[in-house]
């Protein structure tokens, strides 16, 4: 070996390590599913780039993994002949989880384990899970296409450093050696590891063989002779890819894993949605909703989108394109047969045909997202508290689909005076009272100060609903919804509250009344506040509290006046 350089772990990624082995032990068969699904990408990245430069084939184009293991010398290899990595590559992959964002994720560590495996899950471990198992790890690897002597062997104890060496490697692709712990030999089983491919790898696009060994020719009970079996490879998988099956041949144990295969999550999906649709557009999506949203859900500059297939073949992750922001957190697939299998980023850009396949998608989500909620409401709620705000951003970048987002939204009202948002804008308007026609709101800092709000006691009076808003992007999210369902939505802080038919003859004639009454008092407070106000009523909203300040119905709403502020305006 030449050119052998030491490396030290950053300091995060030995903690992490640390972290990882203690909290994913319970599940620690996993580390198979991760290697696996990392060789399996690898093979689709070597298809792609082959598409444009066959040459990287080398002349072996059946794409596949192999599992062997050797019990004396206590080792699992799994091994690919897929695109395989430069000495840089392996370097910048293997030599740090650090990638962006870990100092985030350390400080939502709660110390709690349950809590923090699942962290660790969406954080999206995938090769370091080797060590949950293995007390060593080497990597040998060469790139598709370069010369056997660029390889390159990566090997680490998993502790606090990891060495990179030049070797010679003939065969293209990706060898892992696990040396396993003392007390994991359960792994070097035949029947075991077969167990949890099939369990866990089933329908990766490849297929995941192990060795067989030579059956001799011998007779059956008939006396007949049954041809011997040579020694070979045999695929322990179907290796067909989930999306390409009938949706009635697949349990939901088989779209849960090959979900966490896609979206490096080690929970299972909240729900899911498969479609095949034919005609005059053909394409297949399978779109999932993660239970809990990622720790850098507001890094905008995360990386997001689906992973994109062409006919079968892998062309992209995170193809932004068909997946609007507001709807980020969906993870899946789509594979389209309209489009050219030599499309980019660029390509997608301006074909017609994405466009089509966006609006596609985001009618899909939103209408499983519409039968998820009615189905399970509580599920729901957990939703919402994961992703409604960023639901909330809908409104605003997705006109046409207003009325469909905001059937999802869910919100604190008086109906409960509940912090917790599970009020949706139907079951508001099924309450509302029969001459009301308006779909009353406040807005405040905090859900207490909305809730406690004078403005709201002569609605309670009456027994009308109002939203209890204290979300920062709620006022912004209002002034792109001004309606639902033909009924506007009216702030109950806006200057004359024009309560329309749900003020009495009588009531008006007591307003009337008491406006004349009390006309020079009015004029005395005006003559005193001068300067400082715009405008002095009698109001006839508060049953309590003496007074109370308002917008004028042409101002910006109090809230708004004050995010305004903020921003310097
Ligand atoms: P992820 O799969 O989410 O990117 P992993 O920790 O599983 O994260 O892998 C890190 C990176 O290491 C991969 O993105 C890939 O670039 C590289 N890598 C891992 N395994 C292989 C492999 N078998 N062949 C080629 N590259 C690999
Ligand atoms: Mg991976």
Redesign the pocket.
């Known amino acids: 070996m030449e050119h052998q350089q030491n490396h030290t772990f950053s300091a995060d990624t030995g903690k992490l390590l640390k972290l990882m082995i203690h909290s994913l032990y319970s599940n620690k068969e996993i580390f198979l599913r991760?290697?696996v699904?990392?060789?399996a990408?690898?093979a689709d990245?070597l298809r792609f780039k082959a598409l444009s430069d066959g040459a990287l084939f080398e002349n072996d184009a059946d794409l596949r993994v192999r599992l062997s293991f050797d019990a004396d010398a206590k080792t699992v290899t799994?091994s690919?002949n897929?695109?395989?990595?430069t000495r840089d590559?392996v370097v910048e992959?293997?030599g740090t989880?650090a990638k962006s964002g870990t100092s985030d994720f350390f400080e939502q560590l709660s110390g709690d384990q349950v809590k923090d495996s699942q962290l660790i899950g969406q954080f999206?471990?995938?090769?370091?899970s080797a060590f949950i198992v293995a007390d060593k790890v080497v990597v040998n690897?060469r790139k598709a296409g370069e010369e056997a002597s660029t390889g390159t062997r990566w090997e680490s104890a998993g502790e606090a450093d990891y060495s990179v060496a030049d070797i010679e490697k003939a065969d293209r692709?990706?060898e892992?050696i696990l040396h396993l712990r003392e007390d994991e030999s359960e792994f070097l089983n035949d029947y075991k590891l077969r167990t949890i491919v099939s369990k866990y790898s089933d329908h990766i696009s490849i297929p995941v063989e192990m060795f067989t060994e030579e059956v001799a020719e011998v007779k059956n009970e008939e006396g007949e002779d049954t041809p011997a079996v040579p020694a070979h490879w045999e695929a322990i998988n179907k290796a067909t890819a989930l999306w390409s099956c009938p949706k009635a041949e697949l349990k939901d144990e088989e779209y849960q894993e090959f979900y966490k295969h896609i979206a490096?999550d080690f929970e299972n999906p909240l729900t899911w949605s498969h479609n095949k649709v034919e005609g005059e557009q053909e394409y297949t999506s399978l779109l999932y909703i993660p239970k809990r949203a990622p720790f850098d859900m507001w890094n905008r500059e995360k990386a997001h989108g689906l992973k994109l297939y062409v006919q079968r073949v892998f062309i992209m992750d995170d193809a932004e394109q068909f997946m609007p922001t507001y709807l980020r957190f969906v993870k899946g697939i789509l594979d389209s047969n309209d489009l050219p299998l030599n499309v980019s980023r660029e390509i997608l850009q301006d074909t017609r045909t994405t466009g089509k396949l966006r609006s596609a998608c985001t009618k899909r989500v939103l209408s499983m997202l519409t039968k998820f909620a009615k189905k399970n409401d509580t599920e729901y709620n957990e939703f919402w508290k994961e992703f409604g705000q960023v639901l909330k951003e809908g409104p605003a970048e997705d006109a046409a689909n207003k009325e469909k987002i905001a059937k999802l939204f869910r919100f604190s009202s008086t109906e409960t005076d509940s912090a917790e948002q599970n009020v949706s804008l139907d079951a508001y308007i099924g309450r509302m009272k029969e001459e009301q026609d308006k779909i009353y709101y406040i807005t405040a800092d905090s859900f207490n100060a909305a809730k406690n709000s004078p403005h709201l006691e002569i609605l309670r009076k009456k027994g009308v609903e109002v939203l209890l808003l204290s979300d920062r992007v709620d006022e912004w999210l209002l002034s792109h919804l001004p309606e639902y369902d033909g009924k506007t939505f009216t702030s109950v802080t806006q200057g004359d509250l024009d309560l329309g038919k749900l003020d009495s003859e009588e009531d008006k004639k007591e307003q009337e009344k008491q406006e004349t009454e009390f006309a020079s008092f009015v004029d005395r407070v005006k003559e005193v506040l001068g300067d400082k106000v715009k405008d002095v009523r009698i109001t006839h909203r508060l049953t309590s509290t003496p007074s109370c300040i308002v917008a004028d119905n042409d101002d910006m709403s109090t809230q708004m006046a004050k995010l305004m502020a903020q921003m310097g305006q």
């Not at 897929?82 to 990595?85: A, C, K």
């Open positions: 991760e290697l699904s990392n060789a990408d690898a990245k799994i690919d897929g695109i395989g990595m590559e992959h293997l989880i999206g471990v995938g090769f370091y690897t692709g990706t892992i490096n």
